[in-house]
């Protein structure tokens, strides 16, 4: 699992993010926004600008990263759920009637296989999408052993 902060580039992003971290009790959460205020406050207008803008490109790059490791974690906790389950499964008809894709598309993303220079996974959508896929299959089998 990365650290957030590898992905702060801004050298003052990083001295406030490391007050902020550092703040346990309100007293120190209170002191370390008092420092990011006089660390903005010293600032030019343009100096502001650019912090501002790099502020918000390091918060960019650490919500791709956190989206990066929740796609990890569901392909990871769909492969363990499913155990052994996937050789008695025509994982070809579930990507064609559910998703309209391949059955190469949809064992990529289970897998977390390298696809184009990155991992393939699973949408949030497309999560929910295999579940229900799986829960429909599961109540039509239950249906028949009835």
Do not use: C
Not at 13 to 22: F, P, Q, T
Not at 61 to 87: S, Y
């Amino acid at each position: 699992m990365r650290k957030l902060d590898d992905y702060i580039q801004n050298p003052t992003h990083k001295l406030i993010a490391e007050a902020y971290r550092k703040a346990k009790t309100p007293e120190e959460k209170e002191a370390a926004a008092r420092y990011q205020h006089e660390l903005e406050s010293a600032m030019s207008p343009e100096e502001l600008e650019k912090y501002q803008k790099e502020f918000v490109e390091d918060h960019y790059r650490m919500l791709d990263a956190i989206q990066e490791d929740i796609d990890e974690w569901v392909v990871e906790a769909i492969k363990k759920k499913m155990g052994d389950t996937p050789k008695f499964i025509n994982w070809s008809q579930i990507a064609a009637t559910y998703f309209g894709k391949s059955q190469s598309w949809l064992m990529q993303r289970i897998n977390g296989n390298t696809v184009n220079g990155k991992e393939a996974h699973f949408k949030p959508a497309e999560a929910k999408q295999l579940e229900a896929a799986l829960h429909d299959l599961g109540h039509k089998l239950l249906a028949i052993a009835l």
